[in-house]
């Protein structure tokens, strides 16, 4: 079988695409680059590899040969991922009822991998409305001043502000001068009020002049208020951009700005929101932000799990960097990228009922991601999960710790969301019944700030039917963050 | 199916965390922290000169490093919120973001809920949570509940535990 061709890649699927999608990528990519169509010599080379790619991936014996051989590949070549599975059980007992089954998924950066930054093309899309005076600007332009000094030759950096329009403050441009941004930075003031799609776009055109297929596209959108009108638009926009591959990162600082808006974008362009309760804390988010924004290996992973019959995924979280809710898109979930100094770590709950006894093969979950760094872009792993079906239980059995303490930190996140959703639907009483619960819980983890927060909105929530808008940011925030790990450092 | 003893809601068998309360749902039976003789520990007294003042601006260091005891387990850790030291218990609901159990915390005198590290107002801080057997700065134990700065190079300890610090 010939090496160096991935099918896959050729016709732009996943491994687990359907026979249907194989078809609908094939019949795109053959009209483009007919030879009858286009012509030209090279077209001609790319419409043979596609029909090849099709015959082989279309003939299901043929296509399980081919996977076998790639997955092969994949072992041998040493894929950029590096996959360890964590299972709540060894034995389950043999039931006729459904019964619950962990795994703990750790994705990390292969240990062998050549750590080089990627370069970064970076926009700065920063909020100057009048109430940016004071504090929040000061610390917004020593940050941006910050983030300038470490800037790479090879990076590119625009400068845009908002208020009421935008303003292309620094072309996107690589080899930046550094002595005249910080100065141009400098000269940021505050006026006027907060029209951010006007801002978001800007700065989206200054990524396009410069993007490439290697560098990290990113734009960093900072506000302290809300936008009117423009909602719609700003979260169009933004998906837009991740289908570009360029993610957002959307800081709200203060308690006025819009959490569910900012949340939103950041997730459909692949980003993450961030709270600022403080001005103090600017520089530090930017620099930890940029920092980790070159470090990444894989641009986006997607995980997909194939479960035996008899076992179903009830639902699925991200645990580290922050916890949030993975949402499935047929049987596959995006994961978003993977930093070289953070793993992924997905937490799964699976529902199991109906398995005979004795050995059992589990499930597979593969998890496939494009990484700018290596060669052979498209890099894959997969883990095997099993376990023994019994009649007896096992007296060692001990749920390993790591998925204890995921579990501990994500019921208090999962109380959150419940209290959310009562508040949504008018249910003040139960919303305040769970914030106190989870404000009891918060104590005895020690997360007496967050606690605090907690206790406070529920007596705002039982009087005033309410939360405040600081509240509920940071309960929000607060939550999320609880799993932040210490990472193991290995020496090999 | 079994039953949150709190809340009494049902969950399918295995369930880990009871979904509307939290609560813990399943028999637990870890020990309880022993005191260690003083002996044992070694401690020089508490600390003399007045703790230092808190720097009041700078962003400074953005992570810490741990060497963790005779095994040398080392762990990295952002400092962006506490980290909290001590022992999984999830029964009394302790989930401490570093677990010392493997690195024999409980043999060591290390207590559930030992210490914490944060960053305040820039400068990294360690604060004992009346611990039982202590918490040591260079040798110099804290007064519980009140942090104190830790430094590049301390030598952190808990109980009889040895933690070599590094900040980044």
Known sequence: MQIDKDYYEIL???????????????????????????????????????????????????RQKYDQWREQQGRDKSSALSLRAIASHQTLLAIPEEQAYYVLLNATPA????????????????????????????????????????????????????SDRAEVLLPSQHNVDKAMAKSIASTIQPSGGTEMLQGLLSGLSEIERNQ??????????????????????CLEEAEAAGNRQISLSTMGIGSDWNEDLLDQMAALSGGVSTYIDSPRKVVDIFKDTVRSLGLVVARELVMSINPRSGIRLHEAFQITPHIRRLESRGDRMVLGPLGTDQGKAILMEFRVQGLPVNEQRLMRITVEGDVPGKANRRSWEWVELAAV????????????????????????????????????????????????????RLLNLGETDLARAALLEAGRLARTGDL???????????TRALSILPKEIHHD | MIKCPFCQTTHVANTLF??????????????????????EIGWVGTEEEGSEHLAQHGSGPLGVRLHIGESGRQVEA??????????????????PELDLSEDGGLEKGVSRRHARILKREGTVVVEDLGSINGTFINGKRLAPYLPEALHDGDQLQLGKLLIEVELS
């Open chain 1, 389 to 440: 079906i019994s009649e007896t239980p096992d007296p060692d059995a001990d749920i390993p710790p790591p998925i204890v303490t995921a579990l501990g930190k994500l019921a208090i996140f999962k109380m959150q969301e419940k209290a959310m959703a009562d508040l949504e639907a008018g249910e003040i009483s139960a919303a305040t019944q769970r914030l106190e619960t989870m404000a009891t």
């Open chain 1, 212 to 233: 490439s297929d290697t560098s990290v596209n990113h734009l960093i959108l900072l506000t302290d208020g809300q936008t009117y009108g423009d909602e719609q638009g």
């Open chain 1, 468 to 478: 405040s808008a600081e509240g509920r940011k940071k309960i929000r925030y607060g």
């Open chain 1, 12 to 62: 732009g699927i996943p491994q687990t695409a359907t026979d249907e999608e194989i078809r609908q990528a094939y019949r795109s990519l053959a009209r483009r680059s007919h030879p009858d169509v286009s012509g030209d010599a090279e077209a001609s080379e790319e419409f043979q590899d596609v029909q090849e790619a099709y015959e082989t991936l279309s003939d299901p014996a043929q």
């Open chain 1, 111 to 162: 240990s062998d991998l050549p750590t080089s930054r990627l370069p970064l093309n970076l926009s700065l899309v920063l909020d100057r409305s009048t109430s940016m005076q004071g504090m929040r600007l000061q610390q917004v332009k020593e940050a941006t001043r910050q983030i300038i000094d470490k800037l790479q030759p090879e990076d590119a950096l625009s400068l845009v502000v908002f």
């Open chain 2, 18 to 39: 009871c979904s509307e309360c939290g609560t813990y749902l399943l028999e637990d039976d870890r020990r309880g922290t022993d005191p260690l003789g003083t002996g």
């Open chain 2, 78 to 95: 952002p400092l962006s919120k506490a980290i909290h030291l001590g022992r999984l218990d999830p029964a009394s609901d302790v989930f």
